[in-house]
């Protein structure tokens, strides 16, 4: 039988999901509980109940909690190892086949991408290896970066950063693709256009891009209920293109269906192929 306090969660679960737009039964209890159980401190409230009242009067503890829920730790180049395994083992094999089969299109999608140190990184990456091969003007690069949080999202498409970002990534690469403005580094122009920043919760059934060459969702969906998880990995496979990429975070398991539509291509990295 459910107890009080069982009812009390449900409840407080139901008003998280209503006022906050942020559908709870995507994720682990567990995560959720623990969010909720730090706003909750905050305020010194201890009961589901008082906690789900105070949340459908206070929209300033709506936007906490939601911040709560969605955590933006990011960082250019994050996982600095993870980058230059990506450049050799992803990126230059598939702008070669590019070249060879004569297609300008390379295509990207950065599914939690926060306040868009993921995609620009990419973007700079692009940028380098394509500089070299003195083929940068030759392709169209297109690189949708979504988040759930629209805050993060116009953050993100201003483009402009604090030095702490920038922990993982060459002195060199900031001099060169950054204006440094007040004490703040901000992205320029040329990489900024190849980014197509927009609000959109990943497990919405509307609006997925399609025919994507590489598909980076990292740390991203660690917190989702397992099924959601492998139904995504599934949908991932679908609107990747024959033989294309799926980068994950480096401590996700790719898991369900999904598994047979992959190979491995780097375990330490989290690099899959799509089978063709
Ligand atoms: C920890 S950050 C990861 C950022 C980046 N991928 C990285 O690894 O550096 C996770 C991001 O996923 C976003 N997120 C969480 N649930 C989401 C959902 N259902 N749809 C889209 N984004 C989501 C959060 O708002 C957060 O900005």
């Given at each position: 039988m459910e107890t009080d306090e069982e009812k009390k969660w449900q409840n407080l679960k139901k008003t998280i999901t209503k006022e906050?737009?942020?559908?709870?039964?995507?994720?682990t209890n567990n995560f959720i509980k623990r969010r909720v159980a730090c706003r909750m401190r905050a305020i010194k409230i201890d009961d589901y109940f008082a906690y789900s009242l105070a949340l459908q009067k206070d929209k300033e503890e709506q936007k906490k909690l939601l911040k709560e829920l969605t955590i933006h730790v990011t960082n250019f180049f994050r996982d600095r190892e993870m980058w230059n395994t990506l450049e050799t083992k992803i990126l230059i094999p598939l702008i070669d086949a590019k070249i060879d089969a004569n297609d300008k299109n390379l295509s990207f999608w950065c599914a939690g991408?926060?306040?868009g140190d993921e995609p620009y990184s990419l973007a700079i990456l692009l940028s380098e290896i394509l500089s070299k091969k003195n083929k940068l003007s030759n392709f169209h690069i297109r690189i949708t970066a979504e988040d759930i949080e629209s805050k993060v999202i116009e953050k993100a498409k201003k483009g402009e950063f604090v030095d702490?970002?920038?922990?993982?990534?060459?002195v060199s690469l900031l001099e060169k693709y950054f204006d440094n403005i007040n004490s703040s580094f901000v992205i320029k122009e040329d990489i900024k256009k190849l980014i197509y920043f927009r609000t959109r919760d990943?497990?919405?059934?509307?609006g997925a891009p399609k025919n994507i060459d590489v598909l980076f969702c990292r740390n991203?969906?660690?917190?989702?209920e397992r099924e959601i998880k492998e139904n995504l990995y599934t949908k991932f496979s679908e609107i990747l293109k024959p033989k294309g990429y799926f980068v994950m975070g480096k401590m996700e398991t790719l898991s369900g269906p999904a598994r047979d539509d992959f190979?491995?291509?780097d375990t330490s990295n989290k690099f899959f192929r799509k089978k063709s």
């Open positions: 906050l737009n942020f559908d709870t039964e995507n994720y991408a926060s306040y702490t970002h920038f922990s993982e990534m060459d990943i497990l919405s059934p509307f991203t969906v660690i917190y989702f190979n491995c291509i």
